[in-house]
Structures are given as structure tokens and as C-alpha cells.
């Protein structure tokens, strides 16, 4: 009799599992971190050698050049309405929808073995908060980089947009990739994805349930320069050709020696993934801006400061185009979609 009670709850958990549309914000599908282990995103970078031109690297971005936070809550500005970026999971079922791309050669139009499209919701169309910015998709105001990150919880699929909007009848990107979450795959060289690196955005924020989690934080994270010259692994696309300045996919992190020993707990989980994991340049923006996820839990009072108080000078660049075990091996191949 207990046997079948426990089948009955477990058939009822499974079908609410199924049945539960799409979560902004949701439970991103286990394990984690996203993607394989020795992913370039999940690589411990602490004894990978430093780039022999660091320091000169670190005086082009400025040494005294702070952190900041580039993720949060609800804001004031009806123009962007919202910190940080969301996303979003959906089931398997969730529709999919054909998208057109400005760069439609370097897009993906349908994930491995699945038919074309993007998961995207329904709701995106005309609810807030969906989108990074925060507006609506047909919002004929909405301004900025625009992302929309899904994940296809049920079929491990990473679906990323650049520029989304809903126009009189359809959905329009600037760029579109997707990433199987069980692949190291790189982006063909050359390609851009949702990023102007190449690479996938999701993995590289900081979300708040891993920074008020009970663990490390086992992850890079992705954060923007103002200037960039070129790409080195693992990225595969270029946005800048400034003499001096870092690539594409470089890779910033926190010396060993810098004691974060005062900042409160969660602050030191994020700090000491800087440490072990690093900042992979991913796109042209704000000088070490740390990108994170949307979410009203967030007290940017704390974070701020917190942020501002290291320095660029703290890091050192992991050599350009130093690569996981496996990737040497010739195992991330690039593959397209």
C-alpha cells in the first residue's frame, strides 16, 4: 500500500513538473553548474599561468577602475524598468516560434535533433520583466542589448536572443544561438552568438541562489570592457580591434593575495569565484561591469560598495587562449546548428 501511495505522489510531482508552463527565474534544470565540468565557464583556473603582458593589460583598463554590479532589482526608469537580466525556463512543451535575424548567417534556427524555432513565452510579447531592459517585446521604446535567455528545462537546450522584439507579427533578433547543456561545443570561428564574444550568457551570471546558496560558486563570470582587440579561446567572434586592449574571452582573475576575508559571506562566494574561475570578457560595455541575473532579492546598498571596493588592479589576465585539459585535446569542436 505504501508502495503505490509513493508511486501516486511521485506520478503527481512528475506531472506538475510537465505541466508547469514557463518560470522566469526558475529552477535551472540539475546538474549544475550549466554545462560539462571541464567547460571553459567551469574550468578552476588558479594554476593556469599568467599572460606575460598582464600588467600592461590591467593599466590599458585603468588599475584603480572599480567593480560594479551589474545586475539587481526593479529600477525607477520607465525606459528600462529593471537591473540585470532575466531568465526564463519552459518545458519541452512549450511552442516553439520561428525568429528572423538581422545576422542570419552566424544564427542558430533550431537546436540538435529538435524542430526549428524558440521557446519563447507567450507573455513576452506584452508583460514586463521578460526581457533584459524590462519591457515588453513589442514595446516600440525598448532600447538596449535586449537579450532573452530560455532554458528548455526537459530537453537541456540554452536558447539565447540579441535584440528581441515582437514586431506587428513575428519575432525579430538581432542574433540568435543554442546551446545543448550537455555539450562543450564552441561557436564556429568568426560567429557571434547572443554575445558579441561568441559565447553563451547564461552560465557566466551571477544568480542569487548560488550566491545565497550553501556551496562555492563553481563558475566564471562574464563581464565587459570598453574596449577589446580581437578574440582568443574560447571565443569565436570579434567586436573591437583597439591596439592594447584585452580580446574577446580573455580572462580576468582576482590575485590569490587579495584578502576578501572582511566582506560578508555571500559576498566572499563571489569573490572567491573570482579567484578559482575568473571574468571572461564577453562583450564591449562599462569597464568591469559583472554581469548577474535580475532579481528583487538583490540590495544593490550592499553590493555597490562592496563591488567598488576592488579594484582592477586586483586581478591579473590568465594567459590569452589558455584552455581546459579537454579542449587542448581538440574535444570543444565547434559545431554549427
Not at 501511495?5 to 553548474?33: D, K, N, S, T, Y
Not at 520607465?78 to 528572423?100: C, E, F, K, R
Not at 513589442?138 to 539565447?160: F, K, P, Q, T
Not at 562566494?269 to 575568473?278: D, V
Amino acid at each position: 500500500m505504501r508502495r503505490f501511495a509513493l508511486i501516486v505522489i511521485l506520478g503527481a510531482w512528475a506531472f506538475h513538473a510537465a505541466a508547469q508552463g514557463p518560470v522566469r527565474g526558475g529552477e535551472l534544470p540539475a546538474p549544475l553548474p550549466l554545462f560539462p565540468p571541464d567547460n571553459w565557464w567551469n574550468a578552476d583556473v588558479t594554476a593556469a599561468p599568467a599572460d606575460p603582458n598582464s600588467t600592461a593589460f590591467i593599466g590599458f583598463i585603468g588599475p584603480t577602475r572599480g567593480l560594479h554590479p551589474d545586475f539587481g532589482g526593479d529600477s525607477d526608469e520607465p525606459s528600462a524598468p529593471i537591473y540585470g537580466m532575466p531568465y526564463v525556463t519552459v518545458p519541452g512543451s512549450q511552442p516553439l516560434v520561428q525568429v528572423t535575424f538581422d545576422y542570419d548567417e552566424e544564427s542558430d534556427y533550431a537546436a540538435p535533433g529538435r524542430p526549428p524555432g524558440y521557446p519563447i513565452p507567450e507573455q513576452a510579447k506584452t508583460e514586463l520583466r521578460w526581457i533584459e531592459g524590462g519591457l515588453a517585446g513589442s514595446d516600440l521604446n525598448a532600447g538596449g542589448d535586449r537579450h532573452m535567455l530560455i532554458v528548455d528545462r526537459d530537453n537541456r537546450m540554452l536558447y539565447e536572443l540579441y535584440a528581441a522584439r515582437w514586431t506587428a507579427n513575428h519575432w525579430e533578433a538581432g542574433s540568435g544561438a543554442i546551446f545543448p547543456l550537455d555539450s562543450n561545443a564552441r561557436r564556429p570561428d568568426t560567429w557571434t552568438s547572443a554575445d558579441a564574444a561568441g559565447l553563451a550568457i547564461l552560465p557566466g551570471l551571477v544568480r542569487h541562489d548560488e550566491v545565497f546558496g550553501i556551496g562555492p560558486i563553481r563558475h566564471a563570470f562574464r563581464v565587459t570592457l570598453s574596449r577589446t582587440n580581437g578574440y582568443v579561446f574560447p571565443a569565436s567572434h570579434r567586436a573591437g580591434d583597439t591596439a592594447g586592449a584585452l580580446p574577446m574571452g580573455a580572462r580576468l582573475r582576482l590575485k590569490g593575495s587579495k584578502d576578501i576575508s572582511g566582506f560578508p559571506e555571500p559576498l566572499r562566494r563571489i569573490f572567491q569565484a573570482m579567484k578559482t574561475y575568473g571574468l571572461i570578457v564577453a562583450d564591449n560595455g562599462s569597464d568591469m561591469y559583472v554581469s548577474g541575473t535580475y532579481d528583487t532579492r538583490w540590495d544593490n546598498d550592499v553590493l555597490n560598495p562592496a563591488f567598488a571596493a576592488i579594484k582592477a588592479g586586483d586581478f591579473e589576465v590568465v594567459q590569452l587562449g589558455w584552455q581546459p585539459e579537454r579542449a587542448r585535446n581538440g574535444r570543444a569542436r565547434a559545431v554549427r546548428h
